[in-house]
């Protein structure tokens, strides 16, 4: 069958392919999820960029890769090498796309697991809200702990690391920030915290969230 008659590919093109000023050329998102990629996968990827991509890969602020000047009619065959290795995941950008630090993975610094919070809230918006993969207006951002270091202050919806004292316990807890973001002509609008709450009950509190959006 022809890629371009792939379900997966007409939601990644859409999602992540803009044109460009420069007839007949556009430019291509890659998502990254989290921002990690092996050192096996940039090899390869490398190559595919160097194949049909201009000779430089841009990285943006939200952990993935942009890559300029691709031919439009190479789309099909780009995505096609792509996909070889797990990098043709649609929504690079967008509400789906969530900016996360490494958290206590590798941070001394970090309070929690800002990693596998993001990815248990990317799976919560593939399987309840698809359509988001084309939303631009709400990012996502979390942070293993108050410094920021994943732009949570700047972002419509973020989170940052904290705890919370159960009886005796402490538990691992998240701070919930809305309202941030960048309003345009170099002027942005830092976030207000709202409620703190136990990490386990994150799904629960952005599905709320996005049910009320």
Known sequence: FKVSENENYKRWKKSNVIKKKKKGYVGVYVRIPLGNISSDNA?????????YAADDIRI??????????VKEEALPAIYSELEKLGLTKAGAGSTADITSCPGTETCNLGISNSTGVAA???ELIQDEFPD???NQDIKIKISGCMNSCSQHGMAQIGFHGSSLKAGTNVVPALQLLLGGGVIGNGEGRAAEKVIKFPSKRGPQVLRTILNEY
């Open 132 to 134: 988001l993969i084309y």
């Open 60 to 69: 943006t602020l939200g952990q993935s890769f942009l890559l300029r000047f």
């Open 43 to 51: 090899r390869k990827f490398s190559k595919i960029v160097k194949a």
């Open 120 to 122: 248990a809230f990317e």
